[in-house]
């Protein structure tokens, strides 16, 4: 996420790094090199203009031009200049009709249904009871996606009579009454450009069920046309936030930084990943330090409260501390793990984490010790020492893998074993724990 805006940006503050003192010339360069980062992620060109404007005030100041440490000023003006554009701080959902209700709006292939699904999810987790409803009528199979896509996360799906959007939303919202739903979720139909016929049957949904909440999905892909259709939408609805998807696939981030500034709607959620969690709260300051590469440790901290059963991790704590640990134990830890996103995703919120790790390879050799683990027997995880030379063959195929690597990972549960008894503490331990197999 954001990994070319990242380096680009990097590169301007190398310029002002290990000076003791820097000219104006030093600075005029900084500042154009942010602006041409900015122009090719693809950012308003009013919005830079802007942008660029308050850093130049600032940086030419007597705070940076006398400082010790200029390059850490500049980096600190441009932080505070990019949560200015942002929006400074995370604008909550307002949800206080009963049942709440939340629209979401967009142009085709943006991720509205798969975006619905995820909030749904999401504010299930919060200690909601949504109802997804499926409004769009006109694209083909949007309907059944929405069923089969509340069925994974277990959350219920109102279709109605699959013809009339309004009165669907109507219906939806009784049966949300009846059912005690507390929040319904709506999914509307988009169309591949704006039209006023599109526009019209979205007003009168809003007339008819007077929605909390109307949320347009933004394709981060798409760059300054999503940026376009969303200051149109906008206009036309009068919107309450956005929701910028397609982050993971988009290293740019033009649309993110641009769209509050464009429309005066601030961003409320963005999408991170295709699974069905995969979907954050956006928070200004922390897509910053996403951005300036210095980590999100806050979200890590969220992820780690949603998705790490608290229990389970004692329970696995105590295993650790008495030597328990087995390879049965290992795999529900690999399972656990998965729940947080991928390595890349979890070494980006991680402050100083090096960006020279091979995480392909990474990713690739978790994946590898998950088919290995999987391929034995509850037995054998529970008791390695089962595996003799048939038993490693069978493992091997069953994974895909080698007798070669199947031993290789024997070896590391052997060392970790040998390191559990000979650190009893827990901080020994954990810093003990380097190259086990992922």
């Known amino acids: 996420m954001f990994e070319n805006l990242q380096d680009k940006l990097g590169r301007a503050f190398k310029l002002l790094s290990g000076k003791g003192r820097i000219s104006e010339k030093n600075i005029e360069d900084a500042v154009k090199q942010v ?15 802007e ?40 604008v909550p959902l307002r949800l206080s009709s009963q049942p709440a209700i939340i629209m979401m709006v967009g142009l085709q292939g943006s991720g509205k249904t798969t975006t619905t699904a995820k909030l749904g999810a999401l504010l299930r987790k919060e200690g909601k009871k949504p109802l997804l ?35 669907i939303a109507k219906e939806a919202v009784q049966q949300a009454v009846k059912n005690i739903n507390d929040v319904v979720i709506l999914d509307t139909a988009g169309r591949l450009h704006i039209d006023e016929t599109m526009m019209s049957e979205l007003r009168e ?16 892909m798409t760059g300054q046309d999503a940026v376009n259709s969303a200051k149109a939408f906008n206009e036309a609805l009068e919107l309450s936030g956005f929701v910028v998807t397609k982050l993971d696939g988009d290293a740019r981030g033009g649309v993110i930084l641009s769209i509050r500034h464009v429309t005066g709607k601030p961003v409320k959620f963005i999408g991170i990943s295709e699974k069905p969690d995969g979907i954050e709260t ?3 300051d922390r897509v910053t330090g996403r951005i300036l590469g210095m980590g999100d440790v806050l979200s890590l901290i969220d992820k780690l409260q949603l998705n790490i059963d608290e229990e389970k991790a004692k329970e696995m704590e105590e295993k650790f501390l008495k030597n328990k640990f087995d390879l049965e134990d290992f795999l529900n830890q690999l399972k656990e793990v998965k729940k947080l996103g991928s390595i890349a995703d979890i070494m980006e919120m991680i402050p100083g984490a090096p960006k020279d790790v091979d995480l392909a390879g990474s ?23 089962l595996l003799n030379y048939s038993r490693k063959q069978r493992v091997a195929r069953g994974s895909g893998t080698t007798i070669q690597d199947v031993n ?14 000979q650190f009893g503490k827990k901080g020994k331990l954990f810093k003990s724990m380097k190259g086990f197999p992922f």
């Open 408 to 421: 290789k990972l024997l070896k590391s549960y052997d060392q970790m074993r040998s390191m559990m008894k």
């Open 363 to 385: 990713e690739k050799s978790m994946k590898r010790t998950e088919a290995i683990i999987s391929s034995m027997t509850s037995k054998e995880r529970r008791n390695p020492k």
């Open 205 to 220: 949904i809003v007339a008819t069920v007077k929605p909390d909440e109307i949320l347009m999905v933004v394709d981060a």
């Open 51 to 90: 942008f660029i404007g308050g850093v130049t005030e600032k940086a030419l100041g007597e705070e940076v031009l006398k400082s010790f440490t200029p390059d850490q000023q500049f980096i600190k003006i441009v932080r505070d200049e990019l949560i200015k554009m942002l929006g400074e701080k995370s």
């Open 35 to 49: 602006k041409l980062s900015l122009l090719e992620a693809d950012v308003n060109y009013k919005v830079v203009k």
């Open 133 to 167: 409803v499926a409004a769009d009528v006109y694209r083909p199979a949007a309907i059944d996606q929405l069923i089969q896509l509340g069925k994974q996360i277990d959350l219920p799906v109102f279709t109605g009579e699959r013809k009339n959007p309004v009165r």
């Open 282 to 284: 956006f928070y200004p």
